[in-house]
């Protein structure tokens, strides 16, 4: 059993930049894959970007690539987002997840393969 907390969302303005944070509990999380996905109203949850276990593969969606870095902290169970050049098309509800894996580089892409969710936080950017 994995939960997990998000924080560090909020207002920012267009061009700025927030850091996501998602903390996990549970002995295991180094050998989860961490996603980050967001759902904007009346709009599908989206991937926004994933890493592996080990940490070493990741993955981000066209609309975020070069903007958004996914990284984790193993020792601290906590997965974080850095998001820079932040435009109101990023406002949405951001939501962090785990993926039980079997391989140390696997990435996982798809929401529906990942077993849990932590509750959300609001990122809201003003134009």
């Known amino acids: 059993q994995v939960q997990l907390v998000e924080s560090g969302g909020g207002l920012v303005q267009a061009g700025g930049s927030l850091r996501l944070s998602c903390a996990a509990s549970?002995?295991?999380?180094?050998?989860?894959?961490m996603g980050w996905f967001r759902q904007a109203p009346g709009k599908e949850r989206d991937v926004v970007a994933v890493?592996?276990?080990?940490?070493?593969?990741?993955y981000y969606p066209d609309s975020v690539k070069g903007r958004f870095t996914i990284s984790r902290d193993n020792a601290k169970n906590t997965v974080y987002l850095q998001m820079n050049s932040l435009k109101p098309d990023d406002t949405a509800v951001y939501y962090c997840a785990a993926a039980a894996v079997t391989f140390r580089f696997q990435v996982i892409t798809t929401s529906d393969d990942y077993d849990y969710w932590g509750q959300g936080t609001q990122v809201t950017v003003s134009s």
């Open positions: 890493i592996s276990w080990s940490g070493r593969n990741t």
């Open positions: 549970g002995r295991t999380f180094s050998t989860y894959a």
